[in-house]
């Protein structure tokens, strides 16, 4: 994708996601063209291809701009608490409800955990001071698997959240987490 700040091209990029995104809650992604966008969406031919490659890019450069302001609420936390993560990404799971929708209605839900997997490693030293007690016991290679496995649990915890319709209380679920982390730690 061309990230040109030209505001032309920003409202084509918006037109043609916005136009993807509203095809998708009709139509099942694998059968949405990049003609079809074009129709919908009213921009010319070359106008996509300009900043575009395919729909999979439209919508991986869209996830992608959602995976910034998750980073970016999370870069803002002031420490590294669990609690204070989990209630970023409850946030963050309630604002993007629709796409988390769309993706799961159109089996692409492994896209948002690709993005997971690659921006909360990229971001993890940023966010988590070197001396915090979790990790300063730990190889970066060991701190790896354990950014993994939390990846994993919060992954299934949203999925199960989503299958649900996201009708259950985020803070219900929190202190469930935060209430198995606490008696977890009793048995080690």
């Known amino acids: 994708m061309n990230p040109s700040q030209n505001p032309s091209a920003i409202r084509s990029k918006k037109e043609i996601t ?6 998708m809650s009709t139509y099942s992604y694998n059968d949405i063209t990049v003609k079809q966008i074009i129709l919908e969406s009213r921009v010319a031919r070359k106008t996509f291809y300009r900043n575009f490659l395919s729909k999979d890019d439209v919508l991986n450069a869209y996830i992608d701009s959602v995976m910034q302001q998750y980073i970016y609420s999370l870069q803002q936390l002031p420490n590294c608490q669990l609690s204070g993560i989990l209630d970023v990404i ?3 799971c309630n604002e993007n409800q629709n796409l988390l929708f769309l993706l799961r209605d159109n089996n692409l839900m492994h896209m948002f955990l690709h993005k997971w997997n690659i921006f909360i490693p990229m971001i993890h030293n940023q966010i988590v001071p070197p001396n915090h007690p979790i990790f300063h016991a730990f190889s970066a290679e060991q701190v790896d698997y354990i950014i993994a496995i939390n990846i994993g649990a919060i ?4 999925m199960k959240w989503i299958e649900h319709d996201m009708k259950d209380s985020p803070d219900t679920i929190k202190k469930t987490l935060l209430k198995y982390i606490t008696t977890l730690s009793l048995f080690t």
């Open 155 to 158: 992954w299934n915890v949203i």
């Open 18 to 23: 916005d136009t993807l995104l509203r095809l």
């Open 90 to 92: 409850f946030k963050f």
